[in-house]
Structure formats: structure tokens, C-alpha cells
């Protein structure tokens, strides 16, 4: 499985980016997409993750309001738009894959994810 994350750099405080994560190669036929973030010294965290099949989303309530995910399944690539940036959003951020459990919740533990892609470095000065 390849997952290739784009989209990271340097913006001021209340500035948007958009990080897109194209997934490829992989032996299961819907997924779950989600992002995290691991900033220095901190511990990777859910972001926000959106499901192939079926509407449904979840994001974090740190970004909530601010961070918009979306997906394109023609191009299988899922978006992170994110918008009012504040210093505090910068980390890495990685684009993760599972196989879709129409069963379940969406996933936020990284543990339940089994493909990564690259990390991409996000980074808001004040």
C-alpha cells in the first residue's frame, strides 16, 4: 500500500493549507482515511478520518470547525482542508488507511490503522 501525502508548509497564523493523501496498491476494497499529528515531544493524535462507501466523517474537537476533510473516490484521495491556522497546529502530519468496517465507529486510535503514508510537515508561525 502506498499512501502519498502532500500539501505541507509554512504559513502565518489564521492562513489555510490543504493536505491531500492519494492511497494506491491496496488489497482491500473501501478503506477509512484519516489523519494525525505528531508535533515535538508530543504524542500522535487523531486528527480527522472520512469513510470511502458511505457518507461520514469525524474530527477532532481540537480542529473542529476549522479543519474540513473530504474525499475524491475517483482519484482515491482523501483532502485536509484546513483553514484559521493557529501556532499550535504545527506537527507532521500523516495520512493513514484501513479496511472499512461498515460495522464500527470510525476509527481515531492510530493503533487501528494499518497503512501510513510519508509525514508532511506543517509548520504556523505567530
Known amino acids: 500500500v502506498q499512501l502519498q501525502a502532500s500539501g505541507g508548509g509554512l504559513v502565518q497564523a489564521g492562513g489555510s493549507l490543504r493536505l491531500s493523501c492519494a492511497i494506491s496498491?491496496?488489497?482491500?476494497?473501501?478503506?477509512?482515511m484519516g489523519w494525525f499529528r505528531q508535533a515535538p515531544g508530543r504524542e500522535r493524535e487523531f486528527v480527522a478520518a472520512?469513510?470511502?462507501?458511505?457518507?461520514?466523517?469525524r474530527t477532532a474537537d481540537s480542529v473542529k470547525g476549522r479543519f474540513t476533510i473530504s474525499k475524491d473516490n475517483a482519484k482515491n484521495t482523501v483532502y485536509l482542508q484546513m483553514d484559521n491556522l493557529k501556532p499550535e497546529d504545527t506537527a507532521v502530519y500523516y495520512c493513514?488507511?484501513?479496511?472499512?468496517?461498515?460495522?464500527?465507529?470510525?476509527?481515531?486510535?492510530?493503533?487501528?490503522?494499518?497503512?501510513w503514508g510519508q509525514g508532511t510537515l506543517v509548520t504556523v508561525s505567530s
Open positions: 472520512i469513510r470511502r462507501t458511505r457518507p461520514g466523517t
Open positions: 496498491g491496496q488489497s482491500y476494497s473501501s478503506w477509512i
Open positions: 493513514a488507511s484501513k479496511s472499512e468496517n461498515l460495522m464500527r465507529p470510525i476509527a481515531t486510535n492510530a493503533y487501528d490503522y494499518t497503512d
